[in-house]
């Protein structure tokens, strides 16, 4: 059983960054797919991006694409997203995910694990 616990999240002001970081804890984090997803109120989960085991692969939502950053280091089992250029539309809330899976990962169902969730506002 893989826990996942989101931190780094909170208000800012559109063109600001933050970087969100998720510590795992109970598995080998090294061994999972790794991915971000967010929720804003009325709207379903989106994928944001993912990276596998070895960082030798990315990948992101077109929405996030040269604003956003993921990255893992697993030798502190803590995956993270660099994000700038904050719009408002980035606002919901922002969950990081395991998938004991080689590759893919760009859907929620992919997933095994999921953390609780940290709430991203960005305001214009």
């Known amino acids: 059983q893989v826990q996942l616990v989101e931190s780094g999240g909170g208000l800012v002001q559109a063109g600001d960054s933050l970087r969100l970081s998720c510590a795992a804890s109970?598995?080998?984090?090294?061994?999972?797919?790794m991915g971000w997803f967010r929720q804003a109120p009325g709207k379903e989960r989106e994928f944001v991006a993912r990276?596998?085991?070895?960082?030798?692969?990315?990948y992101y939502a077109d929405s996030v694409k040269g604003r956003f950053t993921i990255s893992r280091d697993n030798t502190k089992n803590t995956l993270y997203l660099q994000m700038n250029s904050l719009k408002p539309e980035d606002t919901a809330v922002y969950y990081c995910?395991?998938?004991?899976?080689?590759?893919?990962?760009?859907?929620?169902?992919?997933?095994?694990?999921w953390g609780q969730g940290t709430q991203v506002t960005v305001s214009s």
């Open positions: 990276i596998n085991w070895s960082s030798s692969s990315r």
């Open positions: 109970g598995g080998t984090f090294s061994s999972y797919l």
């Open positions: 995910a395991a998938a004991f899976k080689l590759n893919g990962g760009r859907s929620s169902g992919e997933y095994d694990y």
